[in-house]
T-cell receptor, first 116, second 118 residues
Framework: AQKITQTQPGMFVQEKEAVTLDCTYDTSDPSYGLFWYKQPSSGEMIFLIY??????QNATEGRYSLNFQKARKSANLVISASQLGDSAMYFC?????????????FGTGTRLLVSP | EPEVTQTPSHQVTQMGQEVILRCVPISNHLYFYWYRQILGQKVEFLVS????????KSEIFDDQFSVERPDGSNFTLKIRSTKLEDSAMYFCASSPGTSGRARGDEQFFGPGTRLTVL
């Protein structure tokens, strides 16, 4: 069964420090995609970064990078140089080929608090 | 920048009433979705819609739910007889569906409609 696990309910980091948010997944499908979304207190879902299962390199988008370890089935989000505006809920999500790459399955999320 | 819009932002209804949540996906997107998020919980998939029909639905999406694309721009979610447990944030999303199955066909989310059932 396909499953996404985020084991950190909350994380604290000081401004300008880097932080890693964990995400592990379980699937037998060789073709899948992994996503990270940010949900600030206002509630909207903001796409951050994507990693495909066949991508050779780890994805990067500005201050966000994805530490993709396929053998370990992990796709951790690294935020470098944290800013106060990074305080939010962060969701890891996945979709896979045997459902036609349609639905996203989300983890339970990690609440990140960035302190001055 | 194009975005998904949803109306209303907040809907309060009485148990047993019908509600219609409205979404305008990004134009030229081909796939449309509804998700819901009960307060404090994870986001859950409800239904996906492509080529004017449901392509996949979750077990949450029972006979009380329906979706429609009544014209070329709107995408609606109807709940026929609301229950207390339907109280949640409902997100509409759309994706281009053109980048290939193995690519990052990003789903763009709307701001959500908070549904409160009393």
């Amino acid at each position: 069964a396909q499953k996404i696990t985020q084991t950190q309910p909350g994380m604290f980091v000081q401004e300008k420090e880097a932080v890693t948010l964990d995400c592990t997944y379980d699937t037998s499908d060789p073709s899948y995609g992994l996503f990270w979304y940010k949900q600030p207190s206002s509630g909207e879902m903001i796409f951050l970064i994507y990693q495909g299962s066949y991508d050779q390199q780890n994805a990067t988008e500005g201050r966000y990078s994805l530490n993709f370890q396929k053998a370990r089935k992990s796709a951790n989000l690294v935020i470098s140089a944290s800013q106060l505006g990074d305080s939010a809920m962060y969701f890891c999500a996945m979709r896979w080929e045997n459902t036609g790459f349609q639905k996203l399955v989300f983890g339970t999320g990690t609440r990140l608090l960035v302190s001055p | 920048e194009p975005e998904v819009t949803q109306t209303p932002s907040h809907q309060v209804t009485q148990m047993g009433q019908e509600v219609i949540l409205r979404c305008v996906p990004i134009s030229n997107h081909l796939y449309f979705y509804w998700y819901r998020q009960i307060l404090g919980q994870k986001v859950e998939f409800l239904v996906s819609f492509y080529n004017n029909e449901i392509s996949e639905k979750s077990e949450i999406f029972d006979d009380q739910f329906s979706v429609e694309r009544p014209d070329g721009s709107n995408f609606t979610l109807k709940i026929r007889s609301t229950k207390l447990e339907d109280s949640a944030m409902y997100f509409c999303a759309s994706s281009p569906g053109t980048s290939g199955r193995a690519r990052g066909d990003e789903q763009f989310f709307g701001p959500g409609t908070r549904l409160t059932v009393l």
